[in-house]
């Protein structure tokens, strides 16, 4: 039984996400080095990310699967029209957030006593409040 590469990923939650949707759909899948980047991630460029393998059989389906996830997302970014988006990312940049984080701080508490939740673009950095998001 030949084993095929499908995906590669730079973290275990994405990887195990990716492997969940093609066991759905009754595909077999494993990952490969999933506890060595899980465990030293300094190491994930050297061993190129954890790898997710299905039977050669089964190889073209699960690609289309893995496509139709990439593209599933609705929420564009208002600066750049990148789709890759960290969802519900919390934010200490406002004046508040930065008064909480200083008050933190001083009073050895984690986490800050206020963030604002908002959404950040992978690609340009920049964060918008949800009901800006195209
Ligand atoms: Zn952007």
Do not use: W
């Not at 890759?84 to 508040?96: A, E, G, L, V």
């Not at 957030?97 to 963030?115: E, I, M, N, Q």
């Amino acid at each position: 039984m030949q084993l095929v590469t499908v995906g590669t990923y730079d973290n275990l939650i994405e990887a195990e996400l990716a492997k969940l949707q093609l066991e759905s759909a009754c595909i077999d899948a494993v990952l490969k080095d999933a506890e060595m980047v899980h465990l030293m991630p300094i190491y994930n460029l050297t061993i190129g990310g954890i790898k997710l393998l299905v039977r050669q059989v089964d190889e073209q389906k699960a690609t289309t699967i893995l496509e139709n996830l990439e593209t599933t997302s609705e929420i564009t970014c208002p600066y750049c029209d990148s789709t890759q988006i960290y969802i519900n990312y919390k934010s200490t940049k406002s004046k508040k957030g930065r008064l909480a984080v200083f008050l933190s701080f001083l009073t050895s508490t984690y986490p800050p006593l206020h963030y604002d939740v908002v959404h950040k673009c992978k690609d340009c950095g920049e964060l918008f409040k949800p009901d800006e998001a195209r």
